[in-house]
T-cell receptor, first 114, second 115 residues
Framework: AQSVTQLDSHVSVSEGTPVLLRCNYS??????LFWYVQHPNKGLQLLLK??????LVKGINGFEAEFKKSETSFHLTKPSAHMSDAAEYFC????????????FGGGTRLMVKP | EAGVAQSPRYKIIEKRQSVAFWCNPI?????LYWYQQILGQGPKLLIQ????????DSQLPKDRFSAERLKGVDSTLKIQPAKLEDSAVYLC?????????????FGQGTRLTVV
């Protein structure tokens, strides 16, 4: 069975400092992994996805994530936070033997201080 | 390109009443999903359609929830009768195919409050 654990429910950073949102997954087979962002009163938007190609994945708005199979991790990073990055972030796993069902983590709320 | 449309945006009902939500996916998208997102939690899949067939409904409380996707396009999700614990945002999403690397596009959701 696939599952996702987001290690921090809340992360607070200052504007201009690096962002690290942590995600660990459990999957029986080679998974696909995604990060989605949810701004207040807006729909979920895909930031980036890993699908067994390059392990370092670049997404929109300067975000990137690295797939580390040995650590079963897919942490999301950004070198410099912007106020507009404040939102809820979800790590998502999908695997073929689970019908490609998307399983979401519990979410991490990112707060950016001026 | 138009996104996933959902209506209504907000709904308040009393417990034991019934309610229905509507979703219009992106044109040409074969796969449609309904998710339930309870406040403070990640979305949980309720049902997944491929065209008008059900792929996965293992987490759908079938005693009170039902969903259909007639003609493989629009979909409706119904709750009858509603319980207090059904208060949540109901998200509809669609994707072009049915593959692990296929991006799902989400609507803005319907916020249901059961009182």
């Amino acid at each position: 069975a696939q599952s996702v654990t987001q290690l921090d429910s809340h992360v607070s950073v200052s504007e201009g400092t690096p962002v690290l949102l942590r995600c660990n997954y459990s999957s029986s087979y080679s998974p696909s992994l995604f990060w989605y962002v949810q701004h207040p009163n807006k729909g979920l938007q895909l930031l980036l996805k890993y699908t067994s190609a390059a392990t370092l994945v670049k997404g929109i708005n300067g975000f990137e994530a690295e797939f580390k199979k040995s650590e079963t991790s897919f942490h999301l990073t950004k070198p410099s936070a912007h106020m507009s990055d404040a939102a809820e972030y979800f790590c998502v796993v999908s695997e073929r033997n689970a019908g490609n069902m998307l399983t979401f983590g519990g979410g991490t709320r990112l707060m950016v201080k001026p | 390109e138009a996104g996933v449309a959902q209506s209504p945006r907000y709904k308040i009902i009393e417990k034991r009443q019934s309610v229905a939500f509507w979703c219009n996916p992106i044109s040409g998208h074969a796969t449609l999903y309904w998710y339930q997102q309870i406040l403070g939690q990640g979305p949980k899949l309720l049902i997944q359609f491929q065209n008008n067939g059900v792929v996965d409904d293992s987490q759908l409380p079938k005693d009170r929830f039902s969903a259909e996707r007639l003609k493989g396009v629009d979909s409706t999700l119904k709750i009858q009768p509603a319980k207090l614990e059904d208060s949540a945002v109901y998200l509809c999403a669609s994707s072009l195919g049915w593959g692990g690397n296929t991006e799902a596009f989400f609507g803005q959701g319907t916020r249901l409050t059961v009182v």
